[in-house]
């Protein structure tokens, strides 16, 4: 058990739809990382937070949003949803950048 | 711009046999370098790591050496066994310290 937890661990939803996915970093981390896994594209770089602002952007698309609230917990926006959207969104944290990234269990996406 | 490049998969071996999946990176400068492994419906654990050139980060009979020269980060294991079947992930962080950039994963299987 890393000490990040996700939730929920799968979702199934509608092209067109909007969904959340959370992640609560390991205690006194303060950094969170959010990836994609999918098939064809493997595991991509999505967005990481530091203490509740945003530190570097990957290939995150627009369709998608992330935040970190005051009490370190990170949620990722998925809006507009399409079938190329089915994934695994894994969440990440560490101390600060330049650590080791502790991953959680990821949630699974399901886009129909 | 940072890129990693892992051997392609599926990789089989009997219990006991000698492991290398090779791995090879671009990047500016010397960055951190990691293999993560990923059991069967889990998230990514931390495997080993280096930081420096001909460093050898070591776990669980598993090993790597930072090898600057032919920017290698080949992974190692003397013996393996069934429990090892799993994907693993070698990984770069980037020179901002603000993500990792994962190679496309190789599939281990083990059969005793």
């Known amino acids: 058990d890393s000490g990040v937890t996700q939730t929920p661990k799968h979702l199934i939803t509608a092209t067109g739809q909007r969904v959340t996915l959370r992640c609560s970093p390991r205690s006194g981390d303060l950094s969170v990382y959010w990836y994609q896994q999918s098939l064809d594209q493997g595991l991509q770089f999505l967005i990481h937070?530091?203490?509740?602002?945003?530190?570097a952007k990957g290939n995150i698309l627009e369709r998608f949003s992330a935040q970190q609230f005051p009490d370190l917990h990170s949620e990722l926006n998925l809006s507009s949803l399409e079938l190329g959207d089915s994934a695994l969104y894994f969440c990440a944290s560490s101390v600060d950048s330049d650590n080791e990234q502790f991953f959680g269990p990821g949630t699974r996406l399901t886009v129909l | 711009g940072n890129s990693v490049t892992q051997m392609e998969g599926p990789v089989t071996l009997s219990e006991e046999a000698f492991l290398t999946i090779n791995c090879t990176y671009t990047?500016?400068?010397?960055?951190?370098l990691f293999w993560y492994v990923q059991y069967p419906g889990e998230g990514l654990q931390l495997l080993l790591k280096?930081?420096?050139?001909?460093d050898k980060g070591s776990n669980k009979g598993f090993e790597a050496t930072y090898r600057k020269e032919t920017t290698s980060f080949h992974l190692e294991k003397g013996s393996v066994q069934v429990s090892d079947s799993a994907v693993y992930f070698c990984a770069l962080l980037n020179q901002a310290g603000t993500a990792l950039i994962f190679g496309k994963g190789t599939t281990l299987s083990v059969s005793s």
């Open positions: 280096a930081t420096k050139a001909d």
């Open positions: 990047a500016t400068g010397y960055p951190s």
């Open positions: 937070y530091y203490n509740g602002e945003e530190r």
